[in-house]
């Protein structure tokens, strides 16, 4: 079925709906932000329990928001992977079980090409081929991207990604965690001097597009032991005048050799993207990219050879629902949906959920460009 105007695809990672040309109609979150305070971490039968306590609230108000009924859908959109199996299962049968009620085609996105993909939503000028760099909490990922759904695996980090570096940093930092540990170093990080401790740069030496944060956070942590600051004791909010500074200086170095990092990789990904394709922008997405030195920084960067930056707005770059609704509309634009489930299936049904899924091929060519 062709996708027009008047028709709409929603998603349930939050719950969203979004029309054929990319209009946002509704948008409704259920966070547990709270959970990551509380206990410093996400546990995934308790995610799991949140999931289904807020799912069919936070559907139906999506859908009263938005003011069209269930039946003018034109198809569903949920994250089938990667992620925790437990919390996939929560939207996907949600999704399965409207899809079947009302008759839709439903389309099962990969989370990290809707990071990438929502791109496209908020730059229309955006067009294939071009270099993504995914910088989130669970994955750093360099992608040539050639059309909607093909892509090229560059570069994958070999431990952590950058986000959770981030988290841990802000975490032995003793910062407060309300709005996510990414943007607590971030702030922290502007009082502070960057060449203030000399981190190493990861991998320099290591002539590929992967990447590796577990020796960066490890160097915090003995820069923090070193330093003395008793961040278990006391909360930033209580530190005096030169504890805070050191923590700030701590913050700020970490987070200089962080991106340059990422600057590292990135060139050299650039360099592999153009002898294959003749690519124009850079994206960059995922929810570091909401940082403004990581933004700020790419953006030199890409300009230095001739890309334009492609950046969605901070709220698209973090998890959300339009980046999977959207996707959803680029799949099924192209036809690529699957039939509604039939009225007489089982509520117990296999779900295809997809826990690991890799993105995109592996450049293989890569080794040809390390040696
Ligand atoms: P994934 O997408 O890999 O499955 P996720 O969905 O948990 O992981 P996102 O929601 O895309 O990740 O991003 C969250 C991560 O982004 C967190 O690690 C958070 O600390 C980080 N982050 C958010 N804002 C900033 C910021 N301003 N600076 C640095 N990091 C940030
Ligand atoms: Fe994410």
Not at 233 to 262: G, M, T, W
Not at 274 to 298: C, E, T, W
């Amino acid at each position: 079925r062709h996708i027009d105007k008047e028709q709409y695809t929603v998603s349930h990672d939050s719950q969203v709906m979004v029309r054929g040309d990319g209009q946002i109609v509704s948008e409704v979150v259920s966070s547990q932000a709270e959970m990551l305070t509380q206990y410093g971490g996400v546990f995934p039968k308790m995610a799991e329990e949140g999931h289904a306590k807020a799912i069919d609230k936070v559907v139906s108000e999506a859908i009263l928001q938005a003011g069209v009924k269930e039946s003018s859908l034109s198809a569903i959109a949920v994250t089938i992977g990667p992620g925790l199996s437990l919390c996939l299962r929560v939207g996907v049968r949600k999704a399965r079980s409207l899809a079947k009620l009302y008759q839709l085609p439903w389309i099962g996105v990969h989370h990290m090409e809707a990071h990438a993909m929502v791109a496209r939503l908020m730059d229309r000028q955006l067009e294939f081929p071009f270099l993504v760099l995914l910088v989130s909490g669970g994955h750093n990922l360099l992608l040539l991207a050639q059309k909607v759904g093909d892509y090229i695996q560059l570069g994958t980090t070999l431990d952590d990604a950058i986000g959770e570096a981030y988290d841990k940093t802000a975490r032995e930092l003793g910062l407060d965690l309300a709005r996510g540990g990414g943007p607590a170093v971030e702030e922290l990080a502007l009082e502070g001097n960057p060449k203030a401790v000399n981190f190493s740069i990861p991998m320099r030496n290591i002539r590929d597009c992967n990447f590796s944060f577990a020796g960066l956070k490890t160097q915090v942590k003995l820069a923090i032991a070193s330093k003395a600051i008793t961040t278990e004791l006391v909360p930033i909010k209580d530190a005096d005048a030169e504890d805070r500074q050191l923590r700030a200086d701590i913050a700020a170095s970490f987070q200089r050799v962080a991106v340059l990092h990422l600057e590292d990789r990135c060139a050299r990904a650039i360099e592999w993207a153009q002898s294959m394709s003749p690519i124009k922008a850079l994206v960059v997405s995922g929810g570091v990219a909401s940082n403004k030195v990581v933004r700020q920084r790419l953006g030199e960067l890409a300009e230095k050879h001739g890309l334009r930056l492609s950046c969605p707005p901070p709220r698209l770059c973090t998890d959300n629902g339009v980046m999977i609704a959207w996707t959803g509309v680029e799949h099924f634009k192209l036809g690529r949906s699957q039939p509604p489930p039939p009225y007489d299936e089982p509520e117990d049904v296999h779900l295809d959920l997809r826990p690991r899924w890799q993105l995109g091929e592996i450049y293989t060519e890569g080794q040809r460009h390390t040696r």
